[in-house]
């Protein structure tokens, strides 16, 4: 990777994007691929489109999206301690000791999640972290000195922490679900303009938003375009790490190489196309099933505007939903990779039906 993309992906990955409040992010990324569009637009809940031959008919969508999980404030006490409700997936097991930054009226507040120490709890009866008991201090003595910082209720909260390396293999850090897929969808759009690969199609580069409360940006975006394909990017668990079953979870791992979902949501001849384009560029993947819904913007594609040819290619990832989300880096190039000849492979106008 070079210094450009390096200095996108740490900025990108580090930026606060929680779920409605995605805008931050979102100018990074458009600042970092509008040299390789021809076009771009937004909607008015923050989706960011980067389009590359937007006059042609049939319209071809790559999707990662940019939300991360996060808190609000919901309640505040008299002393000055804040309480909180999920915004998204967010553990509360794994927010103790962690710090925190409130994203205020007045900008950023910087504080911690508090917890008593393991000796003046009852251990035979140790409550365990929940929504309910996890609490923010901010250092505070009082409720009116809390407000005076400009946080209130419904002040998004998300937790603290940079981008690293591990072992020279991986990345590692908080909202690499899903800012890595836009990050991927972005390396492609740059891949095709400095290859000078002319596609004969529109393709429209979509970082969608609020995907972790519901796939409700992709649900707005793909009414907007009306594709005509769309291949979904988002991460998956990796099954080889401790404490996952995998006769019910699958057998997934970091390092193998990227992963297609079966399901009913997949359409199978996209599916076969994606496959075909892994094979002829000897890209390794995995394969996965989803019993009813991929659980991922996907489905949210699928079933929009009468029915999208749409598929999925996911990025195993460790520790999902937490603050050392960790992905390896030869799975991230080969999902650029695995999108980009996908792409070039695929012909405009090209007729996915089963029965013709």
Known sequence: MDQHAQAFLSAYL????????????????????????????????????????????????????????????????????????????????????????????????????????????????????????????????????????????????????????????????????????????????RKLHEEGNKLGFGLYVVNAVQEEVGLRGAEMIAARIKPDVAIITDVTHDTASPMYKKIEQGDIKCGLGPVLTYGPAVQNNLLKHIIEAAQANNIPIQRAAASRATGTDTDAFAYSSGGIASALISLPLKYMHTTVETVNKEDVQRVIDLIYQSLLSLTPGQDFRYIK
């Open 14 to 189: 580090n930026a606060f994007s929680p779920t409605g409040f995605e805008t931050a992010g979102q100018q990074i990324w458009l600042d970092y691929i509008r040299p390789y569009i021809d076009s771009y637009f937004t909607d008015t809940y923050g989706t960011v489109v980067g389009v590359i031959n937007p006059e042609a008919p049939y319209k071809v969508v790559i999707e990662a999206h940019a939300d991360e999980i996060s808190w609000f404030v919901n309640y505040i006490t008299e002393e000055g301690y804040l309480y909180l409700r999920r915004n998204g997936g967010s553990d509360a097991l794994i927010a103790p000791s962690m710090r925190a930054v409130l994203h205020g009226d007045n900008g950023p507040v910087y504080g911690i999640f508090g917890w008593p120490a393991i000796h003046v709890r009852k251990v035979e009866k140790d409550e365990a972290p929940k929504v309910e008991n996890i609490f923010v201090d901010l250092g505070c003595a009082n409720k009116a000195e809390v407000l005076e910082k400009g946080i209130h209720v419904g002040t998004v909260v998300t937790f603290r922490d940079e981008l690293m390396e591990l072992n020279d293999k991986y990345y590692t850090g908080r909202a690499l679900d899903n800012r890595i897929g836009g990050f991927m969808i972005a390396q492609v759009a």
